[in-house]
Structures are given as structure tokens and as C-alpha cells.
């Protein structure tokens, strides 16, 4: 190639890695994902360092874990620091034309849109921005694809449709639903929501706008058809490319922020608890020019690794302060050790295996969960059965390993205290 793709980054706030066909859901929710990831490359384990949005974002645009960038809370008040490099700014330094689609760019968090020549935020016209419609951003994003330029652009467009509230229109809500009536009475399978914060508000906004809801089927089948339809309009800005003959020498990635725990651990549409709904995500990659068609890569990969991925394709060496690994490379063992944290509903930090998932709480949570928590993923990949009292040598020898790789970072970067205990949670108390 005579000069550096062209970048496009579709990024999916909520999306389960476990709701694509291509990853094994049953119910063709996602007809053009799974013929996208056909076109491309799957990566089958791909995890998240971080949740929820804001510390997940900080990691991509950064390529550092959370403990390094320092952002670990959600809507937190510590800022990313002005000598940290971005994945935009350094985009725009090598040429590239940068623009956002997206709503994280707000006066408290401004590292969102370092690097950005356009911050297009439509969600501004909504009276809550969560729910700006893929439609909506698709306008803005498909009116930049199809402006002339002579330089490569970096395109990043942010969607909301499979975070709560889900709100498909109307002919996409019923679609994956094989109950009854929604909202009857005698259905108490939301109960243990409304005793939640989140399940008082949203009782008396999301689930009333719905017709006082009942049953958590159908907010699961709203959750399937939300991404039906984000499906469908995702492959309207894929045509575009295709019309514009951009598809060749453009490298798209499609991933998500995090997951979303739907009633799992009696945590109910949202995305805390670092369990694997949460943190297990999508991601494909396609860039004809350059990726062979038909790959499911079975190697691990973390949200850093984009980083440096993009960069590499752009011509860059990543930088130093960086971490990741370019996924363009061949397949490669790479770490199969995934250290994730969290800082909103629960305080807490997790190191993932390929044998077992340990979590270690900071503070006690909302939910009663005891402060370690061990399981074997081999036996138990739905992370029900807590482990740590029968394997108590298991557990200790995870919880040294982890806490002896917190200090280290802490050394290295010249800080004492753990940013979540520093940070705090900051989307709720426990009782």
C-alpha cells in the first residue's frame, strides 16, 4: 500500500460477546456481525482490563491498563494526565483526518476527545443521552465517510442501543420475546431488581414507559432486539463503505466496552461484578487488504492491545508507556493472565486463568458477596459456584499473585495506594 488504511472503530457500549451468532448465540440476532466476522477476524477471548465505559475508553485511547492510566473509576474525578499520549493525537500528528461520533467528551472528562479535528455529539438533543439511536449517529458518521479527503481518516462512532434502557423500536421489541404479557402481575422474576437502586428508577421510568413491566425474559428479549436492530443499521455504514470503495483499504474493528450482566449473579441489566458476561467481549477485525478472511483467532487479547494494533497499521511504533501487542501479527500464545478492576457498584479487582476467575473486594458490596471469591472456570464457566473456602490454597496463592502485581505497578508509577481505595466507588453505596 502506498499509504496508511484508512480506520474505522465501531464500539458497542454493553455488548456480550455471547449475543453474536458468530460467537454462538442461536437466535440470528446479528445476521451482519457474523457475515462481518466472516469477512475478517474473530477473536474468541478478548478481555476486558477495565469496566465499565470511562476506564475501558481511557485503556483503547491510552494502550495502558487502568492502573497505569490511573482512570478507574466510572464518572470519577481524576483526570488522565496531560502527558499521557492518545491513540487520536497521534493519529492526527501521522496525517490522519480524526473524527468522533460519541458523548464522552464532556467538559469533566475532556481526554475523550484529545486528538479529534470533529467531536460530533448528537446525543446533545436528547433529553438522556443514553439514548441516542444508532440511526441518529449513523447520520453523522456516514455524512464524515462521505466527505472527499486525500488523507486517511480515523473514524471512532460510540453506540449506546444494548445499554440500558433498551429501546428498540417497537417492531424490534417483541422479536426474540416467547412469553405472554410483560407486565403480568403475577411475575415476580424482576423482584429482586426493585429492590436495587437502579430497579427503583428504573420502575418508575424505562420499565412504566414499557407498560410496567414484569418479566425478565422480556427485558432480556428487549436487550436481543436492541442489538438486532443496531445490527442491521451497523451494516448500513458497512454498505457505505462498500459504495464509496473504501471497504478495501479500510481496517474496521468492532468491540465492545463491556459486557452486561442480564440477571446473572442477581446483578440485573447493568455491568458490574467482574464475571465473564461482563468482561468477555467481541471483537472482529476486517481489513481486506491485509487480514485473510475466515480467522478465529484463539489466542487472548485485551482492550490495550488495540492500541498498538492501530498504530502498527498507521505506520507507528507504539509508545513506550504502551503495553499491548499488534493483533495483525500471526497468532500468537500470548499471556493467558487477564487482571481486570472495577471501581462504580463494587471495589474490586480480578485475575482470570484459564483454570480459574479470582476476585478480590476492596470494601463490602451491594449484594452480600463475600470479599474473595474463586472459581474454576473449567468446571463452572458460569462463575456460580464460589470456591475460595474449599480451595483456601488456590485462592491465597491468586491472591499474592494479584497483590503482589498491584504493588508493582504502584511502585513503578511511583504511587502508594491502591487507585480503588484511593478512587472510590461512585455509583453507589453498600447498605
Known sequence: MDRSPNILVLAVDSLRADHLGCYGQAHNTTPV??????????????????????????TFYTGQHPIDHNIVSHAGQTALAAAIPTLPELLLAQG??????????????????????????????????????????????IDFLRQPRSDPFFLFVH???????YLPPEQYRRRFYQGGDPADPANESLAPLFEHPLGKVWQDTWFS??????????????????????????????????????????????????GESLTEHGIFYDHHGLYDCCLQVPLLLRWPANIAAGQRRGDWAQHFDLTTTLLS??????????????????????????????????????????????????????????????????????????????????????????E????????????????????GITLGKRK
Not at 40 to 48: I, K, S, T, V
Not at 159 to 165: A, C, E, G, L, Q
Request: charged share 25%; hydrophobic share 40%; proline share 4%.
Open 33 to 58: 456481525m457474523d457475515e462481518f466476522a466472516r469477512s475478517g477476524a474473530l477473536f474468541e477471548h478478548f478481555f476486558c482490563p477495565a469496566i465499565p465505559t470511562h476506564p475501558s475508553f481511557t
Open 96 to 141: 490522519y483526518r480524526t473524527c468522533a461520533v460519541d458523548n464522552m467528551g464532556w467538559s469533566r472528562w475532556p481526554w475523550f476527545n484529545r486528538g479529534y479535528e470533529r467531536y460530533i455529539d448528537p446525543s446533545r438533543r436528547q433529553k438522556m443521552p443514553l439514548m441516542v439511536s444508532c440511526e441518529t449517529l449513523n447520520d453523522s458518521a
Open 159 to 165: 453506540y449506546w442501543d444494548v445499554h440500558t434502557p
Open 209 to 258: 414507559w414499557l407498560g410496567g413491566v414484569t418479566d425478565a425474559a422480556y427485558v432480556d428479549a428487549l436487550y436481543a432486539g436492541a442489538l438486532n436492530y443496531l445490527d442491521e443499521k451497523i451494516g448500513d455504514v458497512l454498505q457505505v463503505l462498500d459504495e464509496l470503495q473504501l471497504s478495501e483499504d479500510t481496517l474496521v474493528i468492532l468491540y465492545a466496552d463491556h
Open 313 to 402: 497499521a498507521a505506520g507507528l511504533e507504539a509508545d513506550s508507556s504502551m503495553e499491548g501487542r499488534d493483533l495483525l501479527a500471526a497468532e500468537q500464545a500470548g499471556t493467558k493472565k487477564i487482571i481486570s478492576v472495577e471501581c462504580t457498584w463494587q471495589a474490586k479487582w480480578s485475575l482470570r486463568s484459564a483454570d480459574y476467575k479470582f476476585i478480590l473486594g476492596r470494601e463490602a458490596d451491594y449484594y452480600g458477596n463475600p470479599l474473595r471469591e474463586l472459581y474454576d472456570l473449567r468446571s463452572d464457566k458460569e462463575e456460580v459456584h464460589n470456591i475460595a473456602t474449599e480451595q483456601a490454597a488456590v485462592c491465597a496463592a491468586l491472591e499474592e499473585e494479584l
Open 404 to 423: 503482589g502485581w498491584i504493588r508493582k505497578r504502584l511502585e513503578r508509577a511511583g504511587r502508594a495506594q491502591d487507585p480503588v481505595v484511593e478512587q
